[in-house]
């Protein structure tokens, strides 16, 4: 991990850059070159829609192995006629995952963008293929997540390559196989992406768009799991010196616990998802799922509670399970004791000042474009992503995808009004940056 000067020093610089690049052009005006990038892409709206509708109707749910490759392979052969190196990142057979597309350009000039999409869906099925609602609206799984993202990129690129932007420029493309249900470990499940990281400058990531607000800021995620023992005895002599309170009441206390002393800090939240109690208890993390059984007249022994944790930095992370372990191992009812344990999933995506700037470039382009200003999302109403892997290491930006409804559900839409939009504003950000 850098030192945290040399991360302050690099975040520095890009605000110097991009904010340079944002004041060097005035807030309502393109350049002929950017006229130009934006005349492509009205020009091929239909070609970029029937590239939506081809990679909808390939399935891809997460553990379709064939089908996330094949989606991959689609992107691929289009990236590959922009002058990508592309190559297949597969996963270990034990993960049960497909993989990842990586397409690469290098060059020496202007900042190196990391590009990120996922081509994995949550649901399928043949009645989910891509079909029109209406002039303005698609419906299909993975419509809007991701699959109307991915496109932008491949639009996007297109577009600037048709202007030789693309020229002596380094750009990675990032899809990964499993942004929806991430193998295990993440370690190895995200190695691609945070290599792809530290060869980049800034990440643009490409998960659902809205029309006024950009992500510059994702919470992680963490999981708990707390483990309560008890003495096991005849009920009769609950509550007394010799058998205690029992596993279920120390449970209930550390939990209300963990809601009265914790709840209510911004952008804090942790919840108990499952929770198992008895004489004999089993839990299976993997399946997230367990089972208690025991007698009306026995106190109960074991309990078992799991659980989610959402952050935005990594010191909320860090304070807060200090006091959650705090709460678990001191003051235990009598007869009872208890451990907490924690394991990281998603880093957060702090609010970085340079992330900011990447944000005013975006703004700039988007007033340029007759779209009307961008301002930053609200990070509690965003969960974390693939761009949280990399967010730690280099400057960010999230949401530049498709704009729909329903996501993860059968009734997934995508807006295809504002796709023009979202692409135009995608390749004037890339055009900028990449400048």
């Not at 590009?115 to 293929?129: F, K, P, R």
């Not at 299976?284 to 952050?311: C, E, M, P, Q």
Request: charged content about 20%; hydrophobic content about 40%; proline content about 4%.
């Amino acid at each position: 991990m850098p030192h945290t000067r040399t991360i302050l020093t690099h975040a520095a610089a890009i605000c110097a850059l991009t904010f340079g690049a944002a004041a060097a052009l005035p807030a309502q005006q393109l350049t002929p070159v950017e006229q130009r990038i934006r005349t492509y892409l009205q020009q091929h709206q239909a070609d970029e829609i029937a590239l939506l509708a081809k990679s909808v109707d390939i399935k891809s749910q997460t553990l379709d192995l064939p089908g996330v490759r094949a989606v991959g392979q689609l992107f691929a052969e289009r990236l590959a006629a922009l002058g990508f190196h592309t190559r297949w990142v597969p996963m270990p057979a034990s993960m049960h995952r497909a993989g990842h597309l990586v397409a690469e350009r290098t060059g020496s000039s202007g900042r190196r963008l990391l590009l990120i999409g996922h081509l994995d869906t949550v649901v399928e099925g043949d009645s989910l293929n891509f079909a029109r609602i209406d002039s303005a609206t698609a419906r299909g799984a993975g419509s809007s997540d991701m699959k109307g993202g991915d496109v932008e990129i491949i639009e996007a690129l297109e577009a600037l390559n048709s202007v030789g932007a693309l020229a002596n420029k380094t750009i990675t493309v990032v899809m990964t196989g499993d942004e929806e249900a991430a193998g295990d470990p993440l370690s190895v499940a995200r190695a691609p992406l945070i290599d792809a990281a530290r060869h980049s400058d800034i990440a643009l990531a490409f998960e659902g768009g809205n029309p006024h607000d950009a992500t510059v800021a994702r919470r992680g995620a963490s999981s708990w799991l707390l483990t309560v023992h008890g003495r096991g005895s005849h009920s009769a002599g609950m509550f007394s010196r010799g058998a205690g309170y029992g596993a279920i009441y120390e449970a209930a206390r550390i939990i209300n616990e963990f809601r009265s002393q914790l709840a209510g800090e911004q952008y804090l939240t942790f919840s108990p998802s499952v929770i198992v109690g008895g004489t004999d208890v089993t839990y299976d993390s993997t399946t997230v799922s367990g089972t208690a059984k025991s007698k009306l007249n026995i106190i109960a022994s074991n309990v078992t509670v799991s659980g989610d944790l959402r952050f935005l930095t990594e010191g909320q992370k860090d304070s807060t399970r200090a006091r959650m372990r705090d709460i678990a191992t001191h003051d235990n009812l009598a007869g009872t004791s208890a451990e907490i344990t924690f394991a990281d999933e998603y880093p957060a995506m702090a609010p970085t000042p340079a992330n900011y700037a990447v944000l005013a470039v975006y703004d700039s382009a988007s007033r340029a474009l007759g779209y009307g200003p961008v301002t930053a999302l609200d990070p509690g109403r965003r969960g974390a992503g693939d761009i949280s892997f990399v967010g730690p290491m280099i400057t960010g930006l999230d949401g530049l995808g498709a704009m729909g409804s329903g996501s993860h559900t059968p009734a997934e839409r995508v807006d295809l009004a504002t796709l023009p939009m979202q692409t135009e504003r995608a390749a004037i950000l890339m055009y900028r940056l990449l400048r």
